[in-house]
């Protein structure tokens, strides 16, 4: 399948929009960085969250900039401007953060980074709102509410899309992706650690073509 070219500065709607799943990747070893993102895209998922919860992140963010171009790389856990910078810097194309601060918002947008917001009640939409962000991460979507959290806000804030994140699996992701106000999920179900360390490519291929054949509405 021929996948649509993806500008060099993606917005957030088009990292939510391109697959129907962003994997939340924690990288423990520098050298399955290049590979695991290979293994993604050969999959179909190509937008790929790094989260910058481990030492060696910043360096497997900029090995998969620099090595694998099929993929747009993105970090995650970005809790501060310092941690946008040193992202940006590393060649991420996108940034997630797990919570909201408008230093965080103002940062990436002077740094031409998209931002996926992660938010948790309505007072952080209107915070993220107020700040020109309207696709946000919803974090964390299970235990803050789930499904029936995200059509009580489809009232109120009609012109939001979200990316459900945390306790999303293969199983649950349908529930969340029939939602009109819902254009991907995010989860670490794609890239397990055990298939990590063991360095089972071609599991998390499997689990990548598993997750891009998921239908949205
Ligand atoms: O690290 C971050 O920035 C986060 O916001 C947390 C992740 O999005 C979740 O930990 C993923 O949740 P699971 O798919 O349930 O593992």
Not at 72 to 94: C, E, H
């Amino acid at each position: 399948m021929a996948l649509k070219p993806i500008s060099d500065r993606p917005t957030a709607a088009e990292v939510m929009q391109d697959a129907p799943v962003i994997p939340v990747i924690v990288l423990q070893d520098r050298a399955h960085a290049v590979p695991l993102a290979r293994a993604l895209v050969a999959g179909g998922i190509r937008m790929l969250e790094v989260t910058l919860r481990t030492p060696v992140a910043l360096a497997c963010i900029e090995a998969i900039a620099r090595e694998v171009p099929e993929a747009v790389i993105g970090a995650g856990t970005v809790r501060s401007a310092a941690d946008a910078q040193a992202a940006a810097l590393a060649g991420a194309r996108f940034a997630v953060s797990p919570g909201y601060t408008h230093a965080v918002g103002r940062a990436c947008h002077e740094l031409g980074l998209a931002l996926l917001p992660g938010v948790a009640t309505g007072s952080e939409i209107m915070m993220a709102q107020e700040d020109g962000y309207t696709a946000l991460k919803f974090f964390p979507a299970l235990q803050a509410g789930g499904a029936a959290m995200l059509k009580a806000w489809h009232g109120p804030f009609n012109d939001v899309k979200f990316c459900p994140t945390g306790g999303v699996t293969v199983q649950n992701a349908r529930e969340f992706l029939a939602l009109p106000n819902v254009a991907c999920v995010g989860g670490s179900w794609l890239t397990p650690a055990d298939a990590l360390a063991a360095q089972d490519w071609a599991r998390v291929t499997r689990l990548a073509s598993e997750a891009a054949a998921l239908s949205r509405k």
